[in-house]
């Protein structure tokens, strides 16, 4: 079991900036497939993004491409969501996620993911 947890949430304002950081346990932190997902208030969780175990690989969904951006550090154990030109629809509870048994191949992005953090709320004021 992996454990995370988020951190960085914030009050911003439209076009602003903020960086988020989940911070994970695991003895094989490198080897997952690492996630950020949001969930806005009465609305389904929805995918923001992910990273493969390297780093080399990220997809995003479509409203975020050019905006976010995903990193990671495995030393560190730690994944990171920077967020900039942000938009008021961007306010959610932003979630970590891991894929523990990760596959390869084109569809590395798709999960499932089996572990995830408590969230951190980010609220974008028009």
């Known amino acids: 079991q992996v454990q995370m947890v988020e951190s960085g949430g914030a009050l911003v304002q439209a076009g602003g900036s903020l960086s988020l950081s989940c911070a994970a346990s695991g003895r094989i932190f490198g080897y997952y497939v690492m996630g950020w997902f949001r969930q806005a208030p009465g609305k389904e969780r929805e995918f923001v993004a992910a990273?493969?175990?390297?780093?080399?690989?990220?997809y995003y969904t479509d409203s975020v491409k050019g905006r976010f951006t995903i990193s990671r550090d495995n030393a560190k154990m730690t994944v990171y969501l920077q967020m900039n030109r942000m938009k008021p629809e961007d306010t959610a509870v932003y979630y970590c996620a891991a894929d523990i048994n990760p596959t390869y191949g084109t569809s590395w992005y798709k999960g499932p993911f089996d572990s995830w953090g408590q969230g951190t709320q980010v609220t974008v004021s028009s």
């Open positions: 990273i493969s175990w390297s780093g080399g690989s990220t």
